[in-house]
C-alpha cells in the first residue's frame, strides 16, 4: 500500500511502513530537541539566581532570618562563634585532582540574635545554633588509621564562607547481627583522633542527636581567606547550558537528515 502525490514533473509515493516511521520519528526528533532548549532555559535561570546570590553583600548568620536560608544558597555569609572541638566529622570518598581523602566537617556554634523572628524564639532573645562548616579536604594517606591533625581552638573567631545545600551521597547498609539493615553511617577508625568521625553521607537528623544540638540545613563552605582551613578549591555552580544547547542541535539535525532522507528516497521524476 502506498500514497501519491504529483507535484509538476516529480512524483511523491511513500510506501505505507517508511511513512508511518517518518511521522513518528520526525516529530520525537523535534520534540527532544525542544525538551533540550527547555531545560537549556532552566538551567539558565538558575545561573541567574546563583550569579545574583553571589553578588549579594555577605549575609550575617547572627542577625539572618534563618527561616529563608534554603533562598540564599552560593550566598556568601558570616557569622562570629565558635568550633564545637569536640566533636568533628570526616566525610569520606572525597577526591582532589584524582586523590583519595576525606572533607573535615567542623560543627559551629553561633548566638542568633531572633529579632521578630517568632518561628524561631520568642521576639528579641539570643538562641545558639550550630551549622557544619566543610573546613576543606585531607588526603587519604594509606591507611584509615592514619588522620591529618585537624584539631581546632575554642576561641571565638569570626568565619566566612559560601552557603550550600547539603550535599547528596550514597547510603551504604549494613546488617546487624539480627539480621536488620542499618545506614552505615559512622565507621569506627582504629587510632583516629578524639572526637573525630568517618562518615559516609550528611544526615543532618543523625548528627544532630549525635551532638545533641540541632543543626542548620545548609553548609558552609569556608572561604580560603578564613585560617583552619585546608585544601579548598571549591567547584562553582556549572549549569550546563551550551551541552542541553548542544543537544539540541543534535536531534534537530538528526530530524532534519531523517527527513532528507525520507523525500528523497520517495520523490521520484515522472
Do not use: C
Not at 98 to 124: A, T
Amino acid at each position: 500500500m502506498s500514497f501519491e502525490l504529483q507535484i509538476g514533473r516529480y512524483k511523491f509515493a511513500p510506501k505505507l511502513i517508511p511513512a508511518l516511521l517518518a511521522i513518528i520519528l520526525i516529530p520525537t526528533l523535534v520534540s527532544l530537541g525542544l525538551w533540550q532548549l527547555d531545560r537549556a532555559d532552566e538551567k539558565r535561570v538558575i545561573d541567574q539566581g546563583v550569579n545574583d546570590a553571589i553578588a549579594k553583600p555577605a549575609l550575617q548568620l547572627n542577625g539572618a532570618d534563618l527561616i529563608k536560608l534554603n533562598k540564599e544558597i552560593y550566598r556568601t555569609a558570616s557569622l562570629i562563634g565558635q568550633y564545637d572541638i569536640e566533636q568533628q566529622f570526616l566525610l569520606d570518598n572525597r577526591t582532589h585532582k584524582g586523590q583519595p581523602g576525606y572533607h573535615v566537617l567542623s560543627p559551629f556554634l553561633f548566638e542568633h540574635s531572633s529579632g521578630n523572628d517568632s518561628q524561631l524564639s520568642s521576639p528579641n532573645s539570643k538562641t545558639t545554633y550550630g551549622v557544619l562548616i566543610n573546613r576543606g579536604w585531607i588526603g587519604y594517606q594509606g591507611t584509615r588509621d592514619k588522620i591529618a591533625d585537624v584539631s581546632l581552638n575554642k576561641l571565638i573567631t569570626e568565619i566566612a564562607g559560601s552557603i550550600k545545600k547539603i550535599p547528596r551521597s550514597i547510603v551504604l547498609k549494613e546488617k546487624s547481627a539480627d539480621g536488620s539493615s542499618t545506614d552505615l553511617i559512622f565507621r569506627t577508625v582504629d587510632k583516629q583522633l578524639k572526637g573525630v568521625s568517618l562518615i559516609q553521607s550528611i544526615q543532618l537528623d543523625r548528627l544532630g542527636k549525635t551532638l545533641n544540638y540541632e543543626l542548620l540545613p545548609v553548609i558552609i563552605e569556608l572561604d580560603k581567606a578564613t585560617k583552619d582551613g585546608f585544601v579548598r578549591e571549591w567547584h562553582p555552580y556549572y549549569g550546563s547550558i551550551d551541552k542541553h544547547n548542544a543537544y539540541a542541535l543534535q536531534w534537530f539535525a538528526m530530524a532534519l537528515i531523517l527527513l532528507f532522507l525520507f523525500l528523497k528516497l520517495n520523490i521520484r521524476k515522472r
